[in-house]
């Protein structure tokens, strides 16, 4: 029997006769009775259930995966680096002539971790300031001299001579990298793989002087984060496994038997370098300096992931003014963490593409240690045992790079893009399809957990793009 609601109440719909309603009923009276009045019952439509429109969204499919990897490409070809610019934002530059101690302190009061170099001498861009150089100084005085030899040496030593530093460790200097703001977005990310950086500084000439001009700096996070603001479409297509996918750096040494003796450096999470709460402070930093990473994973007996150790931790003690703390343990380095630390974002191997840009939409992120779920798990491993590390350098690597995991040419499904490139700019060339990669083994794709993040901070630092935490490295 149709319903039909009277007053607020659901009763019975009474047919169309000259029948009263049943004793009982609600009725809608009159707002005034007057003698020649009389009450009359309100009868409404009865309501009706509109059946569910249906979804309109397309089959998460490899080619829809493949299509818009290949839109993301054609978008960044009609985008410049002016473009990732924040409306509002400062730029710190420091003289080659500064001393480092000096320097680190401006880097720590304005909340970055790099800055681009400028030599007055000859009026001309000289390099950048990063982490990696305060990691490379103390390894040399930690190595070389005492504790207070190395903190008056400190005192006086300048920007100009970090590079004879590199010499003396044997590090390679980092390439004098450089991109003129009007770049495409897809040339600087080209730049930013195949030189292995983690940003590139962007210049362009005065016209009046012709001297270089340092316009801002352009990270990797900057460069992903705009990616996942303005392909919001494309990245909800990005449904396949990070691991499937060859995004990050993944265990590969076989375990060994409980009965057999472990041999001299074997590394049960090879190539991944990982470090134990009573691991010396000293001994993470070599890491650091030696295979150019940021972050080291600290793992227990069981190789549970139970925190990350980077190097603005390092850089922590050193505006303590602790240099003699490199002798701590990671656990007692720990406790003198900021309380504002963000934490350690893991993931496992069978999340998407697609959720890992939600991520960096929303939250800063640098890197993500990738951890055994409940896929492993059925397989005899066990859960929050570490797995890999993915870092933005992966990402970007994948979404820019040469990486195609499919069989079918991308360029047959994908219309134009959707936001078109500036009128002023020229309709940017076809990519042809990059060289086919062999996927590994398929996992199976659950949708992950949805966790609450905090907004991302705005950019108001000195170099947008370079806020604290650091930028990652390769994989550690």
Same mark, same amino acid.
């Given at each position: 029997m149709s319903m039909s609601e009277v007053n607020g109440r659901f009763s019975p719909a009474c047919?169309?006769?000259?029948?009263?309603?049943?004793?009982?009923?609600?009725?809608?009276?009159?707002?005034?009775?007057?003698?020649?009045?009389?009450?009359?019952a309100v009868r409404r439509r009865g309501s009706t259930r509109r059946p569910r429109a249906a979804s309109h969204l397309p089959p998460f499919t490899q080619e829809s995966h493949d299509a818009a990897l290949f839109a993301i490409r054609h978008y960044l070809k009609g985008r410049t680096s002016y473009d990732t610019f924040p409306v509002s934002f400062r730029l710190i530059v420091l003289d080659t002539k500064?001393?480092?101690?000096?320097?680190?302190?401006?880097?720590?009061?304005?909340?970055?971790?790099?800055?681009?170099?400028?030599?007055?001498d000859k009026s001309c861009f000289a390099g950048m300031f990063t982490v990696s150089d305060i990691i490379h100084l103390i390894q040399y005085y930690y190595k070389s001299s005492s504790y207070d030899a190395a903190a008056a040496d400190v005192e006086t030593f300048r920007l100009e001579s970090l590079r004879d530093i590199e010499k003396q460790l044997g590090v390679d200097p980092p390439p004098l990298l450089r991109e003129h703001p009007s770049a495409t977005l897809y040339d600087a990310a080209k730049l930013l793989i195949q030189t292995h950086a983690r940003r590139v500084p962007l210049l362009d000439d005065d016209t009046e002087t012709g001297h270089e001009v340092i316009v801002s700096i352009l990270t990797q996070y900057r460069l992903l984060k705009f990616i996942s603001i303005n392909c919001g479409r494309d990245i909800q297509q990005l449904h396949l496994p990070l691991r499937r996918l060859g995004i990050g750096t993944y265990v590969q040494a076989q375990p060994l038997p409980p009965d057999v003796e472990r041999p001299e450096g074997y590394n049960p999470f090879h190539p991944i370098s990982t470090a134990t709460l009573d691991t010396t402070v000293?001994?993470?930093?070599?890491?650091?300096?030696?295979?150019?990473?940021?972050?080291?994973?600290?793992?227990?007996?069981?190789?549970?992931?139970?925190?990350?150790?980077?190097?603005v931790d390092v850089i922590t003690l050193v505006r303590l003014g602790a240099y003699q703390s490199l002798d701590l343990t990671i656990s007692e380095a720990l406790n003198q963490r900021s309380p504002d630390f963000p934490g350690v974002v893991i993931c496992t191997a069978s999340d998407s593409l697609g959720t890992l840009m939600q991520l960096i939409k929303k939250r800063r992120v640098h890197r993500l240690v990738v951890v055994e779920g409940d896929e492993e798990?059925?397989?005899?491993?066990?859960?929050?045992?570490?797995?890999?590390?993915?870092?933005?350098?992966?990402?970007?690597r994948y979404l820019i790079g040469d990486v195609f995991i499919g069989e079918t040419n991308p360029e047959h499904h994908v219309p134009a893009p959707e936001v078109p490139p500036p009128a002023d &700019?020229? !309709? /940017?060339?076809?990519?042809? $399809?990059? *060289?086919?990669? &062999?996927? !590994? /083994?398929?996992?199976?794709? $659950?949708? *992950?957990s949805e966790e609450a993040v905090p907004p991302d901070t705005p950019d108001s630092d000195a170099a947008p793009e370079d806020a604290a935490p650091p930028p990652p490295d390769e994989a550690a």
């Open positions: 047919p169309s006769t000259s029948r009263a309603p049943p004793h009982g009923d609600a009725i809608l009276m009159s707002a005034t009775l007057s003698p020649n009045a009389s009450p009359r500064l001393e480092v101690k000096k320097a680190l302190q401006c880097l720590l009061l304005n909340g970055v971790v790099s800055a681009p170099l400028w030599n007055s000293f001994d993470v930093v070599h890491m650091f300096s030696e295979r150019g990473i940021s972050a080291v994973p600290i793992v227990d007996e069981d190789g549970i992931v139970v925190n990350l150790y980077e190097t798990e059925r397989r005899g491993g066990r859960r929050g045992r570490l797995l890999g590390i993915i870092t933005l350098s992966d990402v970007l &700019a020229a !309709p /940017p060339p076809d990519a042809a $399809p990059p *060289p086919d990669a &062999a996927p !590994p /083994p398929d996992l199976p794709t $659950p949708t *992950p």
